[in-house]
Protein backbone atom coordinates (compact mmCIF):
# COMPACT_ATOMS: atom_id res chain seq x y z
CA UNK A 1 0.00 0.00 0.00
CA UNK A 2 1.05 3.64 -0.67
CA UNK A 3 0.98 5.95 2.29
CA UNK A 4 0.43 9.59 1.89
CA UNK A 5 1.74 11.41 4.92
CA UNK A 6 0.39 15.55 5.80
CA UNK A 7 0.82 17.23 9.30
CA UNK A 8 0.38 20.64 10.29
CA UNK A 9 -2.15 22.12 7.77
CA UNK A 10 -3.78 25.19 10.11
CA UNK A 11 -6.43 25.23 7.86
CA UNK A 12 -4.49 26.23 4.61
CA UNK A 13 -5.21 22.63 3.32
CA UNK A 14 -7.42 23.87 0.19
CA UNK A 15 -3.73 25.31 -0.63
CA UNK A 16 -2.06 22.03 -1.30
CA UNK A 17 -1.35 21.22 -5.03
CA UNK A 18 -1.51 18.12 -6.74
CA UNK A 19 -1.57 15.63 -3.50
CA UNK A 20 0.33 12.54 -5.02
CA UNK A 21 -2.12 9.13 -5.67
CA UNK A 22 -2.00 6.94 -2.86
CA UNK A 23 -4.11 4.02 -0.48
CA UNK A 24 -4.04 5.41 2.40
CA UNK A 25 -3.55 9.35 3.70
CA UNK A 26 -2.75 10.52 7.08
CA UNK A 27 -3.04 13.90 8.45
CA UNK A 28 -0.90 13.76 12.16
CA UNK A 29 -2.52 16.95 13.48
CA UNK A 30 -3.40 20.75 13.65
CA UNK A 31 -5.97 20.69 11.05
CA UNK A 32 -7.24 23.96 12.13
CA UNK A 33 -5.39 27.36 13.50
CA UNK A 34 -7.51 28.51 16.70
CA UNK A 35 -10.05 25.02 16.70
CA UNK A 36 -13.51 26.40 15.64
CA UNK A 37 -16.58 24.29 14.57
CA UNK A 38 -16.18 26.14 11.16
CA UNK A 39 -12.68 25.67 10.67
CA UNK A 40 -13.00 21.88 11.25
CA UNK A 41 -15.99 21.27 9.59
CA UNK A 42 -14.20 22.87 6.31
CA UNK A 43 -11.66 20.34 7.18
CA UNK A 44 -13.29 17.54 7.43
CA UNK A 45 -15.42 18.39 4.11
CA UNK A 46 -12.03 18.73 2.23
CA UNK A 47 -9.94 15.85 4.04
CA UNK A 48 -13.47 13.41 3.18
CA UNK A 49 -13.52 14.33 -0.38
CA UNK A 50 -10.01 13.66 -1.01
CA UNK A 51 -9.62 10.30 -3.69
CA UNK A 52 -8.28 8.02 -1.50
CA UNK A 53 -9.87 4.51 -0.11
CA UNK A 54 -8.28 5.24 4.08
CA UNK A 55 -8.44 9.07 4.99
CA UNK A 56 -6.64 8.84 8.86
CA UNK A 57 -6.30 11.87 11.12
CA UNK A 58 -5.41 12.52 14.90
CA UNK A 59 -5.97 15.80 16.19
CA UNK A 60 -3.00 18.37 17.53
CA UNK A 61 -2.74 21.13 20.06
CA UNK A 62 -4.88 23.70 17.67
CA UNK A 63 -7.35 21.72 17.69
CA UNK A 64 -9.82 22.48 20.41
CA UNK A 65 -13.22 21.82 19.43
CA UNK A 66 -12.33 17.95 18.92
CA UNK A 67 -10.88 18.18 22.91
CA UNK A 68 -14.34 19.58 24.10
CA UNK A 69 -16.64 16.68 21.76
CA UNK A 70 -17.86 13.77 24.12
CA UNK A 71 -16.47 10.41 22.69
CA UNK A 72 -20.57 9.94 21.81
CA UNK A 73 -21.21 13.24 19.87
CA UNK A 74 -17.70 12.24 17.73
CA UNK A 75 -20.04 10.03 15.28
CA UNK A 76 -22.01 13.08 14.10
CA UNK A 77 -18.57 15.25 13.83
CA UNK A 78 -16.61 12.93 11.55
CA UNK A 79 -17.53 11.41 8.24
CA UNK A 80 -18.64 7.91 7.68
CA UNK A 81 -15.43 7.54 5.57
CA UNK A 82 -12.63 9.70 7.45
CA UNK A 83 -11.27 7.38 10.65
CA UNK A 84 -10.56 9.73 13.12
CA UNK A 85 -7.54 8.02 15.95
CA UNK A 86 -7.40 9.16 19.67
CA UNK A 87 -5.55 7.04 22.04
CA UNK A 88 -6.93 4.47 19.81
CA UNK A 89 -6.12 2.05 16.82
CA UNK A 90 -7.20 0.71 13.13
CA UNK A 91 -6.10 -2.01 11.15
CA UNK A 92 -5.67 -1.70 7.10
CA UNK A 93 -4.51 -5.11 5.21
CA UNK A 94 -2.92 -6.50 7.97
CA UNK A 95 -0.99 -2.98 9.01
CA UNK A 96 -1.93 -1.89 12.62
CA UNK A 97 -1.65 1.98 12.97
CA UNK A 98 -2.44 3.44 16.54
CA UNK A 99 -2.80 7.58 16.72
CA UNK A 100 -2.55 9.90 18.93
CA UNK A 101 -2.97 13.82 19.31
CA UNK A 102 -1.77 14.28 22.77
CA UNK A 103 1.84 16.49 23.53
CA UNK A 104 3.86 17.91 26.50
CA UNK A 105 2.19 20.66 28.34
CA UNK A 106 2.89 24.05 26.85
CA UNK A 107 0.63 26.81 26.89
CA UNK A 108 -2.71 25.06 28.30
CA UNK A 109 -3.19 23.87 24.43
CA UNK A 110 -5.70 21.36 23.41
CA UNK A 111 -4.44 17.74 24.30
CA UNK A 112 -1.58 18.97 26.69
CA UNK A 113 -0.45 16.87 29.45
CA UNK A 114 2.44 17.34 31.52
CA UNK A 115 5.53 15.31 30.94
CA UNK A 116 6.54 12.36 33.42
CA UNK A 117 3.44 9.93 34.30
CA UNK A 118 0.56 12.00 32.96
CA UNK A 119 1.34 11.60 29.79
CA UNK A 120 3.35 8.36 30.20
CA UNK A 121 -0.12 6.60 30.01
CA UNK A 122 -0.66 7.26 27.16
CA UNK A 123 1.76 5.76 25.41
CA UNK A 124 1.11 2.48 27.66
CA UNK A 125 -1.78 2.25 25.52
CA UNK A 126 0.58 1.94 22.08
CA UNK A 127 -0.19 -1.99 21.21
CA UNK A 128 3.15 -3.91 21.14
CA UNK A 129 2.31 -4.98 17.37
CA UNK A 130 1.89 -1.63 16.26
CA UNK A 131 3.32 -1.30 12.55
CA UNK A 132 2.72 2.22 12.26
CA UNK A 133 2.15 5.17 15.28
CA UNK A 134 0.75 8.30 14.47
CA UNK A 135 1.07 11.03 17.07
CA UNK A 136 1.22 14.79 16.70
CA UNK A 137 4.21 15.27 18.49
CA UNK A 138 7.88 13.99 17.89
CA UNK A 139 9.54 11.86 20.51
CA UNK A 140 12.57 13.82 22.37
CA UNK A 141 15.73 14.21 20.61
CA UNK A 142 14.24 12.97 16.48
CA UNK A 143 13.01 15.80 14.26
CA UNK A 144 12.28 17.95 17.75
CA UNK A 145 14.86 20.60 17.37
CA UNK A 146 13.09 24.17 17.31
CA UNK A 147 14.05 27.16 16.12
CA UNK A 148 14.25 28.52 19.83
CA UNK A 149 16.82 25.51 20.21
CA UNK A 150 14.82 23.32 22.42
CA UNK A 151 14.27 19.53 21.71
CA UNK A 152 10.85 19.59 22.50
CA UNK A 153 10.11 15.96 21.72
CA UNK A 154 8.51 13.75 24.44
CA UNK A 155 10.99 11.48 26.67
CA UNK A 156 8.34 9.05 27.37
CA UNK A 157 7.08 9.07 24.12
CA UNK A 158 10.19 7.56 22.73
CA UNK A 159 11.24 5.03 25.33
CA UNK A 160 7.81 3.68 24.91
CA UNK A 161 8.50 3.88 20.54
CA UNK A 162 11.95 1.92 21.76
CA UNK A 163 9.87 -0.62 23.36
CA UNK A 164 7.33 -0.99 20.29
CA UNK A 165 9.61 -0.75 17.35
CA UNK A 166 7.19 0.33 15.00
CA UNK A 167 8.05 0.40 11.46
CA UNK A 168 7.19 4.29 11.02
CA UNK A 169 6.50 6.52 13.49
CA UNK A 170 4.68 9.82 12.22
CA UNK A 171 4.41 13.50 13.82
CA UNK A 172 4.22 17.15 12.86
CA UNK A 173 4.09 19.38 15.69
CA UNK A 174 7.98 21.30 15.16
CA UNK A 175 7.38 22.40 11.55
CA UNK A 176 11.10 23.22 11.14
CA UNK A 177 11.78 19.72 11.40
CA UNK A 178 10.13 19.01 8.37
CA UNK A 179 11.64 15.10 6.92
CA UNK A 180 12.76 12.02 8.03
CA UNK A 181 15.51 10.02 9.59
CA UNK A 182 15.46 6.62 10.20
CA UNK A 183 16.92 4.99 13.83
CA UNK A 184 17.50 1.50 14.18
CA UNK A 185 14.10 0.03 12.85
CA UNK A 186 12.29 3.23 12.90
CA UNK A 187 11.87 5.40 10.55
CA UNK A 188 10.45 8.61 12.11
CA UNK A 189 8.80 11.27 9.50
CA UNK A 190 8.20 14.95 10.17
CA UNK A 191 5.09 15.51 7.76
CA UNK A 192 4.49 19.06 8.41
CA UNK A 193 3.00 21.19 5.55
CA UNK A 194 3.62 24.46 6.87
CA UNK A 195 6.98 26.15 7.23
CA UNK A 196 8.17 27.74 10.62
CA UNK A 197 6.53 30.98 9.18
CA UNK A 198 3.20 28.94 8.68
CA UNK A 199 3.40 29.25 4.67
CA UNK A 200 2.44 26.18 2.51
CA UNK A 201 6.73 25.04 1.56
CA UNK A 202 6.80 21.52 2.27
CA UNK A 203 5.49 18.48 0.36
CA UNK A 204 3.52 15.49 1.58
CA UNK A 205 5.99 12.85 2.51
CA UNK A 206 4.71 8.98 0.60
CA UNK A 207 6.24 5.77 1.46
CA UNK A 208 5.02 2.13 0.59
CA UNK A 209 4.61 -0.60 3.52
CA UNK A 210 3.41 -3.85 3.89
CA UNK A 211 3.81 -6.07 6.86
CA UNK A 212 6.28 -7.92 4.91
CA UNK A 213 7.87 -4.99 3.07
CA UNK A 214 9.42 -1.82 4.23
CA UNK A 215 10.65 0.97 1.95
CA UNK A 216 12.35 4.53 2.76
CA UNK A 217 9.64 7.42 2.24
CA UNK A 218 10.12 10.30 0.01
CA UNK A 219 9.21 13.76 -1.00
CA UNK A 220 6.01 13.49 -3.47
Known sequence: MRFVTISDTHRKHRRIQD????????????ITSRGTEQETNDFLEWFSGLDYTHKIFIAG????????????????????????LNDSATEI??????????????????????????????????????????????????????????????????????????????????HEQYGWEQQGETIFINASVLNELYAVKNRPIVFDFSPKQVSLPRMA
Open 61 to 84: NHDFLLEETAPEDLDKLIPANVTY
Open 93 to 174: NGVKIWGSPVTPWYHDWAFNRHRGAAIARHWQKIPGDTDIIVAHGPVHGILDYTSSGIYAGCEELRKRVEEVRPAYFISGHI
Open 19 to 30: LPPGDVIIHAGD
